[in-house]
Each structure stands twice: as structure tokens, then as C-alpha cells.
């Protein structure tokens, strides 16, 4: 072939079919058949495109004594074997185990149940795909976790195509109006309720009460005041180790977190705080910190455990608190506390707006919370800057003469 001979136009035939054609006006037939994963490829030339597809077919069909060639995988096979891939991608930190949760929490309650789950990938076609998203419109969920859905389905077929299981996306083409609305965050962030202090000192009053220790077996007041206190995210609380908390500095660890969706009797995994190294830090401990962790020492100890390696907050027969259960119980004592819903997130939120309101500078609030100073200074600091200065300029305003009429 010559140099100057190269091709100028592809055109997929069928799944693992192509037809190349060249700028000599030759035409080349490749045939690509898949045998326990591993592809085989075959050209032919001098025949025409129906002669191509009847080959093509032929060695299709009768590929490896039975096996079954990667275009005739379920969906839901490929789905095991994407899930494992991305798990060891958050294995290296090179990805969200928390994210590959969610696609298995989606794939389960909203994808297993639909046709597509269980079709061939040389089945799916862009109809099969539209009928996927109208049913799921129908199911009156929010746009961002039918968006969510969607994606768990995606990252599927993107990884079969990655691994030559398919040639094209069937999602392709569809018009954007038949996929869910993207929801856009606003340029102050996601919103998140703060509380007043006050609301904090009722939250903690109800954490504290015989009512709040009723409802679970679990001893979780000690939790809900170092989360309030500390600012602290909900798996750098599950994941606090004996060996973070220093009672005699008044200091408290956070280095790592409680991989997300951990189950009973598997073994506790700590990931890297959301920041990796720059989220790592010890600040000092307030006062009603101190006190819970001296508490639940006394406790931990009560059931053979308080050991440096192991965690700080247990349940009742000494496996870690979850995340769910820790926001279950911050829940229940804003209920208790007569606010309505309140989440480990708000708590996070109200510590560090409260910081700002006091005067500290970003940069120390970076080590006692994991932001970054250029999250704090965008999303708490130049917000209450802005409300500061608008109140101001009214003021000066008035005092000036302005109004009174």
C-alpha cells in the first residue's frame, strides 16, 4: 500500500463490521469477533458489502465452540465488570467509591427492574434507550436522581465501547429534550441551612435528652457534639480512630473517613478526607468535645474496645456508625429539638459560618475544618462581606440625611 494510500471514510455496518474505504478507491471489509473477551480480526477485499455481512455473520455465529462473543453480553453482565473496574480506580484514589455506590444503589431500585438491564449489547438500539428514559420520567423521581440514573446506565456502555464490547452509543442522537433537565448549581453554592446559635444549644439539649437515647440502641450524643463542635464531615466523624483523639493536647485527628456503603461484618476501610492531603488536620478541641470524648472513651472501654486502632463511635455490639446513621441521628434530635430536618452537612456549614461571622481568617479556618481558604473566602466570607458592606452603605446613607420622610 502506498503512503499516499489512506483512508478517507469508516462506516460501521454492523456491530464489529467496518467498511474503510481508501483515497486509491480500494474498499476494505474488517471484521472484529470476540472470544472470551479477546477480539480476532479478519479483512476481506474484492467482495461487496452484502457478501461482507453474510461473513461477517458466519463468523459471528460460530465463533470458539460455544463461547459467547462480547457483543452478546447482557448489559447487566458488563455492569459487574464496570462497577469492579471503577471500584479499583477508588481503590487508587483515582475515583469516587462513593459514586460507584450510587450507581449500584440505581442500578438496583431503578435499572434492573427495566428491559434494558437484561438486553444484549447487539440488542440496544437509540429506541430501546428512549423508551428507558420516558419510563423513568414517569416514575416521578427528581431530575437530579433520574440524571444519576442515567449516568449509572452510561458509564456502563462508555466502558463497553472503551473495551471494543460495541461500536457506537445508542444514546446517541436522541434529542437533549428527552433527557432530565440539568439542574444548575447557582454561583453560591449549593444551598445548606445555617443554624443560629441558639438552634445549636437545642439541638445538643435534645442529643443530651433521655428521649433522644431512647430511640436507638446506639449511644449516638457524643457523635452529634462533635460533629456540631468540630464541623466536621459526616465520614471523617464515622471514621475518627483513638489513635486521631490526643485528651491530654485537646486535640482531634481527622486523616481519613469511612469508605461509604459499608456493610456489616466487612472490614472497616478509611479513605483520604475529600481533599486528599490538604484536607488532613488536628484542631484544637472545644470544651463540650472534650467532655463527649472522655464519655464515650468510658463507653468504648464498657464493651472491650477504646484500643488506639480502633473507631471512636460503635453501635451497640461494636461495628462502625455509618454515615446513614449518623445523619438518621442528627435528624432525629433537629426533630426532637423542634427545628425540622437538619443534616450533618448543616452543622458543617453553621461551624464555619459562624468562624467567619467571628472575624477568623480564611486561612485558619482551612485547618480547623479541611475547606480550602478559596472555598471559604467564595462561599462564606465574600457573601458576609457583601451583606456587611450593603448594610453599611444604608447606614451612611441615613445618617447623611437620607430617608425619614
Same mark, same amino acid.
Given at each position: 500500500?502506498?503512503?499516499?494510500?489512506?483512508?478517507?471514510? #469508516?462506516?460501521? $455496518?454492523?456491530?464489529?463490521? @467496518?467498511?474503510?474505504?481508501? /483515497?486509491?478507491? +480500494? &474498499? *476494505?471489509? %474488517?471484521?472484529?469477533?470476540?472470544?472470551?473477551?479477546?477480539?480476532?480480526?479478519?479483512?476481506?477485499?474484492?467482495?461487496?458489502?452484502?457478501?461482507?455481512?453474510?461473513?461477517?455473520?458466519?463468523?459471528?455465529?460460530?465463533?470458539?465452540?460455544?463461547?459467547?462473543?462480547?457483543?452478546?453480553?447482557?448489559?447487566?453482565?458488563?455492569?459487574?465488570?464496570?462497577?469492579?473496574?471503577?471500584?479499583?480506580?477508588?481503590?487508587?484514589?483515582?475515583?469516587?467509591?462513593?459514586?460507584?455506590?450510587?450507581?449500584?444503589?440505581?442500578?438496583?431500585?431503578?435499572?434492573?427492574?427495566?428491559?434494558?438491564?437484561?438486553?444484549?449489547?447487539?440488542?440496544?438500539?437509540?429506541?430501546?434507550?428512549?423508551?428507558?428514559?420516558?419510563?423513568?420520567? #414517569?416514575?416521578? $423521581?427528581?431530575?437530579?436522581? @433520574?440524571?444519576?440514573?442515567? /449516568?449509572?446506565? +452510561? &458509564? *456502563?456502555? %462508555?466502558?463497553?465501547?472503551?473495551?471494543?464490547?460495541?461500536?457506537?452509543?445508542?444514546?446517541?442522537?436522541?434529542?437533549?429534550?428527552?433527557?432530565?433537565?440539568?439542574?444548575?448549581?447557582?454561583?453560591?453554592?449549593?444551598?445548606?441551612?445555617?443554624?443560629?446559635?441558639?438552634?445549636?444549644?437545642?439541638?445538643?439539649?435534645?442529643?443530651?435528652?433521655?428521649?433522644?437515647?431512647?430511640?436507638?440502641?446506639?449511644?449516638?450524643?457524643?457523635?452529634?457534639?462533635?460533629?456540631?463542635?468540630?464541623?466536621?464531615?459526616?465520614?471523617?466523624?464515622?471514621?475518627?480512630?483513638?489513635?486521631?483523639?490526643?485528651?491530654?493536647?485537646?486535640?482531634?485527628?481527622?486523616?481519613?473517613?469511612?469508605?461509604?456503603?459499608?456493610?456489616?461484618?466487612?472490614?472497616?476501610?478509611?479513605?483520604?478526607?475529600?481533599?486528599?492531603?490538604?484536607?488532613?488536620?488536628?484542631?484544637?478541641?472545644?470544651?463540650?468535645?472534650?467532655?463527649?470524648?472522655?464519655?464515650?472513651?468510658?463507653?468504648?472501654?464498657?464493651?472491650?474496645?477504646?484500643?488506639?486502632?480502633?473507631?471512636?463511635?460503635?453501635?451497640?455490639?461494636?461495628?462502625?456508625?455509618?454515615?446513614?446513621?449518623?445523619?438518621?441521628?442528627?435528624?432525629?434530635?433537629?426533630?426532637?429539638?423542634?427545628?425540622?430536618?437538619?443534616?450533618?452537612?448543616?452543622?458543617?456549614?453553621?461551624?464555619?459560618?459562624?468562624?467567619?461571622?467571628?472575624?477568623?481568617?480564611?486561612?485558619?479556618?482551612?485547618?480547623?475544618?479541611?475547606?480550602?481558604?478559596?472555598?471559604?473566602?467564595?462561599?462564606?466570607?465574600?457573601?458576609?462581606?457583601?451583606?456587611?458592606?450593603?448594610?453599611?452603605?444604608?447606614?451612611?446613607?441615613?445618617?447623611?440625611?437620607?430617608?425619614?420622610?
Amino acid at each position: 500500500m502506498s503512503a499516499s494510500d489512506y483512508v478517507v471514510e #469508516k462506516t460501521t $455496518l454492523a456491530t464489529g463490521l @467496518q467498511e474503510w474505504r481508501y /483515497t486509491s478507491g +480500494r &474498499v *476494505v471489509y %474488517r471484521s472484529t469477533v470476540y472470544i472470551k473477551r479477546k477480539g480476532y480480526l479478519k479483512t476481506w477485499e474484492g467482495i461487496n458489502r452484502s457478501q461482507a455481512k453474510t461473513r461477517h455473520k458466519k463468523r459471528d455465529g460460530g465463533a470458539a465452540n460455544g463461547d459467547k462473543p462480547a457483543e452478546r453480553l447482557l448489559l447487566s453482565e458488563v455492569k459487574e465488570e464496570c462497577y469492579s473496574h471503577l471500584d479499583d480506580l477508588a481503590a487508587r484514589h483515582d475515583g469516587s467509591a462513593g459514586t460507584v455506590e450510587n450507581y449500584r444503589a440505581a442500578w438496583k431500585k431503578r435499572i434492573a427492574p427495566k428491559p434494558i438491564a437484561e438486553m444484549r449489547l447487539d440488542q440496544i438500539e437509540r429506541a430501546d434507550c428512549l423508551r428507558f428514559l420516558r419510563d423513568l420520567r #414517569k416514575c416521578g $423521581l427528581s431530575e437530579s436522581t @433520574q440524571n444519576g440514573t442515567v /449516568t449509572a446506565v +452510561r &458509564v *456502563v456502555l %462508555r466502558y463497553a465501547r472503551e473495551m471494543n464490547y460495541m461500536t457506537t452509543d445508542p444514546f446517541a442522537g436522541i434529542a437533549r429534550t428527552e433527557f432530565p433537565s440539568q439542574t444548575k448549581k447557582s454561583e453560591k453554592g449549593i444551598p445548606s441551612r445555617v443554624l443560629t446559635n441558639e438552634e445549636g444549644r437545642k439541638l445538643i439539649e435534645a442529643a443530651r435528652s433521655e428521649e433522644f437515647r431512647k430511640l436507638t440502641d446506639t449511644v449516638f450524643t457524643n457523635m452529634v457534639i462533635v460533629a456540631r463542635f468540630q464541623g466536621a464531615r459526616n465520614g471523617e466523624v464515622c471514621g475518627l480512630r483513638w489513635r486521631d483523639i490526643d485528651l491530654i493536647e485537646e486535640r482531634i485527628g481527622f486523616t481519613g473517613q469511612l469508605k461509604r456503603g459499608h456493610k456489616a461484618h466487612e472490614a472497616v476501610t478509611i479513605v483520604p478526607p475529600k481533599n486528599k492531603e490538604e484536607g488532613e488536620r488536628s484542631p484544637q478541641m472545644f470544651t463540650e468535645t472534650w467532655a463527649a470524648l472522655n464519655d464515650q472513651l468510658a463507653h468504648e472501654r464498657s464493651k472491650g474496645l477504646g484500643r488506639p486502632d480502633d473507631l471512636v463511635f460503635t453501635t451497640a455490639v461494636g461495628d462502625p456508625i455509618t454515615h446513614r446513621r449518623l445523619l438518621s441521628a442528627v435528624k432525629r434530635a433537629g426533630k426532637l429539638a423542634g427545628l425540622g430536618r437538619v443534616s450533618v452537612k448543616d452543622l458543617r456549614t453553621s461551624f464555619v459560618t459562624v468562624a467567619v461571622h467571628a472575624g477568623i481568617a480564611s486561612v485558619e479556618i482551612e485547618t480547623m475544618t479541611g475547606h480550602t481558604a478559596a472555598v471559604i473566602e467564595r462561599f462564606y466570607a465574600k457573601p458576609y462581606r457583601t451583606a456587611e458592606q450593603a448594610k453599611e452603605n444604608v447606614g451612611k446613607m441615613v445618617s447623611n440625611g437620607f430617608g425619614g420622610a
